[in-house]
């Protein structure tokens, strides 16, 4: 029985290892392991619970905008303070742009080259390739002309020999399906896509000040002013710019991001078939309305039966470590995350190593579970638990999805309906952005402009004691974040985050994570070039640098990129 390992899986964020055994060209057995330290519970231990959220949102770099809303969710639960309406709009148009740019950035620069073969591109013809893409959009980049001088500009940087990522990559793998027209094609939307996100996050700017790591965020509200009469705040001006901004990322999903997915799908259609995992999945729900209902709808859906949602009770989420290069007193129970403890405790061997024990210890990262049962955080979970809820707009957007690719919802519990169901998202996302900015500014029409709670400003109204917790739907999945406050400082915090859901090792009972669940059965064409594995967990956008963080303190290079 061969095995393979791949350390470190790269284009994520983060440092990821799996190590799967393979028979008869099929993945039989599987580990997802991190090989960092996280340590920032610690860091937050005795701090004001006001600054957590600054100090949380640099946990990650990529995720940038989600540690701190869950931060100040979780403080604002423990203490129970209610926020003003406008503040909730903000936050909701500030992580919407999170979401789209995020999803963005991840099909066609993390995740796109699983499927398009750069190097086939040199083949095409920009003729051929201006029709497809005719065929499929009124996109006005596709003239022939147009493809003609990106296959330039790939050939040029091929011949210069300065690959960059791209040196290590598996190009000419047996499993690369499509037409070197449709190659061409995605490496040119590859290249706007980089202008395109980029362009978008000015709405961070707008009301955050900056990006990444936003500076208006407050416990209570947001410090992002909003008057139409002041040139020193949020004003008509900048409405219509971030309408602007909008418009421009719209057509860019309505006319590219989705008509691309629509045209790769059919070519990888056993992909339907393949990553499908544990088939459990959990949403928080988030973007809340008026009302105080979410727009994506809060539940689980067990054994992939979407006749019935479950609700979701927090008291049943616990971490395990009993696989998990952490300490507890008894390992054979998993821990609420509010009573939870991050006792490092290393078992593994001294690097460099060829395998990991893992029949012990082989992961820096916890395992969580749900009423002791792994669950499948993310886009898809989302789109699940809304489609299963009968949320309108999901059900009508993954109903217009399967009537195109003409299947039924089960391609969903698969790699390719991951992929598929972030692209449906994102455009989710972009038209309810135009309705939160038209909710702002009608607010601001009738005057009403408060975007801050201060009754909670004065410590000594707190209680000597509280606990709380933050949820939110990031773009990677469920987010949660926990806070234990005695005496006006912070006594526990605890961040569970998407991937630590979705990378997780076994548990104390040996259930699998949704990672190494997803990658049984996995055909593999070639042991040495183990592409297959990159698609299926890269289809769930990793970000170890949320789930774990490592720091040598004798500044010593731990590991070699050696695959792309």
């Given at each position: 029985m061969a095995k393979i390992v791949v350390d470190p899986v790269t284009r994520i964020e983060g440092h990821l290892r799996i190590e799967a055994e393979v028979k008869n060209g099929k993945i039989t057995n599987a580990w997802s392991s991190s090989t960092m330290f996280r340590g920032v519970e610690k860091i937050l231990s005795g701090r004001d619970p006001r600054e957590a959220w600054v100090i949380t949102q640099r946990i990650c770099g990529v995720c940038t905008t989600v540690h701190s809303l869950a931060s100040i969710r979780a403080v604002e639960n423990a203490l129970g303070i209610k926020i003003p309406d406008n503040a909730r709009i903000l936050r909701n148009i500030i992580i919407g742009s999170q979401n789209v740019q995020d999803h963005i950035i991840h099909f066609y620069h993390l995740h796109a080259l699983d499927w398009v073969d750069v190097v086939s591109a040199l083949k095409a013809d920009p003729v051929k390739t201006a029709k497809l893409?005719?065929?499929?959009?009124?996109?006005?980049?596709?003239?022939?002309?147009?493809?003609?001088?990106?296959?330039?500009r790939i050939g040029a940087f091929v011949k210069s020999g300065q690959l960059g990522i791209f040196a290590n990559a598996?190009?000419?793998?047996?499993?690369?399906?499509l037409p070197p027209e449709a190659n061409l094609m995605a490496v040119a939307h590859y290249l706007e896509a980089l202008d395109i996100q980029r362009e978008y996050i000015k709405v961070h700017a707008l009301l955050g000040g900056k990006n990444p790591h936003l500076q208006t965020f407050l416990v209570g509200g947001m410090a992002t002013p909003v008057d139409p009469n002041s040139e020193n705040a949020l004003n008509a001006d900048a409405l219509a710019l971030l309408m602007k901004l909008q418009n421009k990322v719209k057509a860019f999903v309505e006319k590219v991001y989705m008509p691309d997915i629509l045209t790769?799908?059919?070519?990888?259609?056993?992909?339907?078939?393949i990553g499908g995992g544990i088939g459990n999945y959990l949403s928080y729900g988030d973007f809340p309305d008026a009302d105080g209902k979410n727009w994506f709808p809060r539940g689980i859906v067990l054994g992939k039966n979407l006749a019935k949602v479950y609700p979701l009770d927090e008291k049943k989420i616990t971490e395990h470590v009993t696989h998990s290069w952490y300490a507890y007193k008894d390992e054979s129970k998993g821990l609420r995350p509010s009573e939870g403890v991050t006792v490092p405790n290393y078992t593994g061997p001294a690097p460099p190593y060829k395998y990991l024990n893992t029949d012990g210890k082989y992961s820096w990262v916890k395992a969580p579970r749900y009423d002791e049962k792994p669950?499948?955080?993310?886009?898809?979970?989302?789109?699940?638990?809304?489609?299963?809820?009968?949320?309108?707009?999901?059900?009508s957007a993954v109903n217009g999805f399967l009537k195109k690719v003409n299947a039924g919802p089960a391609i969903l519990f698969s790699t390719l309906g991951r992929t598929a169901a972030r692209a449906i998202e994102t455009l989710l996302m972009v038209n309810k952005t135009f309705e939160w900015i038209s909710e702002l500014e009608a607010n601001m029409k009738k005057n009403d402009?408060?975007?801050?709670?201060?009754?909670?400003?004065?410590?000594?109204?707190?209680?000597?004691?509280?606990?709380?917790?933050?949820?939110?739907?990031?773009?990677?999945?469920g987010l949660g974040h926990w806070i234990h406050?005695?005496?006006?400082?912070?006594?526990?915090?605890?961040?569970?985050?998407?991937?630590?859901?979705?990378?997780?090792?076994?548990?104390?009972r040996g259930a699998m994570g949704p990672y190494e669940a997803s990658l049984i059965g996995t055909p593999i064409a070639d042991p040495r070039k183990p592409l297959e594995i990159l698609r299926t967990i890269h289809s769930f956008d990793p970000c170890l640098a949320c789930a774990v963080h490592v720091y040598d303190g004798k500044g010593n290079e731990t590991a070699a990129v050696k695959i792309m």
């Open positions: 893409a005719q065929s499929i959009s009124d996109w006005p980049k596709s003239s022939a002309t147009y493809f003609k001088n990106v296959k330039n598996y190009w000419g793998h047996p499993t690369y399906k790769v799908a059919p070519f990888y259609l056993e992909w339907a078939k669950m499948e955080v993310g886009p898809l979970a989302r789109l699940l638990v809304g489609y299963a809820s009968g949320q309108k707009e999901i059900v402009l408060d975007i801050h709670n201060h009754k909670w400003w004065e410590p000594d109204t707190w209680p000597k004691e509280a606990v709380g917790y933050g949820w939110h739907e990031a773009p990677r999945g406050i005695e005496n006006k400082k912070i006594k526990n915090y605890q961040a569970i985050v998407p991937t630590t859901w979705n990378a997780s090792p076994r548990d104390a």
